[in-house]
């Protein structure tokens, strides 16, 4: 699955390199461009607490898969045959639909495996091959449109067209390992260590710390936009940050995915205290370097995230709710994480200052409820 997720984000991330120039050349403003953007993002994470739900009630997680990874990837390619913007809003709002169809299964197949290798172990790494296709998609697409000439909307068009392979050998893999592990249920360790009923209050305390963590954790768009707005980077640089930050975040994931199989949430506690630092050196630093150490902070935040906070609820959560608290947890996630950065992007407005006192603030909150959790867990996770 970790396989499968590595061809999928060749696709999804290689797309959404060049969404933004490709509705401005169909005709489309930077509001719309903006406006399709958050709606998509909010349909993404919002719609997961229903199709996490459905997936619980009707155990046919492979189903939900299935759909959403046909819908999203589907969706993608087709957008070389947009003529108007309209049509390619709906195409990138329709891939944002399927992935919200089949994150909260996928996520719960995937614990079930990850279950019996460690939790952590499991999803990091999956985390690292899903970074490596994040990375390699736009690497892609960039090298299709430096060396095409011609009409810059025609190259665009190929590019998409041109991702329709990866998404093919996605399905394939994904029906390979469906013909292969159709009951991956079997996977579930039984544990007598763990002995909550459905979704504990453990559950919902968890569900604190990780708004915090969203709601404090900027968005690398701002980052970005920072950057730029100082000129502390050249525009040929701000890519090579990104791409810093995507390669700590893959190892950071690896890291913190086995150091939680050890000390539980402590390696949770651990990455969030350092990402609490990320805001100062990024934003009010003038030194590069400094600057670079906030990219790499940042980048250790994002892999915990994508690792911990997965296997975390594998481990308070028993097999047959877990794809309705994916779904929740993933919908809460993305609610706050779309609070704090429109907060974040007013305060930068104001006084960047501010920005950075929120986030440090927010961030800090988000450990200490993590330490409420590990004392009222006690010793299951460690």
């Given amino acids: 699955m970790g ?37 998509g993002e909010f349909i993404g994470y919002g719609l997961r607490l229903l199709t996490g739900y ?25 957008l070389a045959l947009a003529g108007r913007w309209e049509i390619a809003a709906m195409l990138i709002i329709m891939e944002r639909t399927g992935k919200a169809i089949r994150k909260p ?11 019996n290798v460690g939790s952590g172990k499991g999803f990091a790494i999956a985390e690292v091959l899903d970074q490596i296709g994040a990375v390699s998609g736009p690497v892609i697409l960039s090298l299709i449109l430096l060396f095409k000439s011609g009409d810059e909307l025609a190259n665009y068009r190929f590019a ?30 039984k544990e007598e260590k763990i002995n909550f009923e459905g979704i504990s209050k453990s559950y919902w305390l968890y569900l604190v710390a990780i708004s915090l963590i969203a709601a404090g954790f900027a968005d690398f768009p701002l980052l ?14 701000i890519p090579f940050m990104y ?6 975040d893959a190892i950071s994931a690896l890291i913190f995915g086995f150091l939680y199989d050890k000390v539980g949430v402590t390696s949770l506690i651990i990455a969030s205290s350092l990402s ?13 370097l400094l600057v670079i150490l906030g990219v790499i902070l940042w980048g250790i935040g994002m892999g915990a995230q994508e690792s911990i906070l997965k296997s975390v609820v594998a481990d308070i959560v028993t097999p047959e709710k877990r794809g309705t608290a994916y779904g929740f947890f993933n919908a809460i996630f993305g609610l ?23 986030s440090m603030i927010v961030e800090s909150a988000a450990v200490f409820t993590l330490f409420l959790l590990k004392s009222k867990l006690g010793n299951p996770l460690n």
């Fill in 3 to 39: 396989i499968v997720s590595l061809f999928a984000d060749i696709t999804h991330e290689g797309a959404r390199s060049l969404i933004g120039p490709y509705l401005g050349l169909l005709g489309a403003s930077a509001t719309a461009v903006g406006i399709i953007s958050g709606l």
């Fill in 54 to 78: 459905l997936s619980d009630k009707t155990h046919r997680y492979w189903l939900f898969t299935f759909l959403g990874y046909g819908m999203d990837l589907f969706a993608v390619p087709l």
């Fill in 105 to 115: 299964s996928k996520d719960t197949l995937m614990s079930y495996a990850a279950r």
């Fill in 160 to 189: 998409f067209a041109i991702l329709l392979i990866p998404a093919l050998i996605t399905l394939i893999l994904l029906l390979i390992s469906r013909l292969n592990f159709p009951q991956p249920e079997k996977f579930e360790v």
């Fill in 224 to 237: 970005a936009f920072h950057f730029q707005r100082i000129d502390i980077f050249n525009s040929t640089m």
């Fill in 243 to 248: 791409a810093i930050a995507m390669g700590v």
């Fill in 276 to 288: 609490i630092f990320f805001s100062p050196f990024s934003f009010l630093s003038e030194s590069s």
């Fill in 336 to 358: 706050f994480w779309f609070i704090g950065s429109a907060v974040m992007g007013i305060l930068y407005d104001r006084a960047i200052v501010s920005l950075v006192v929120f």
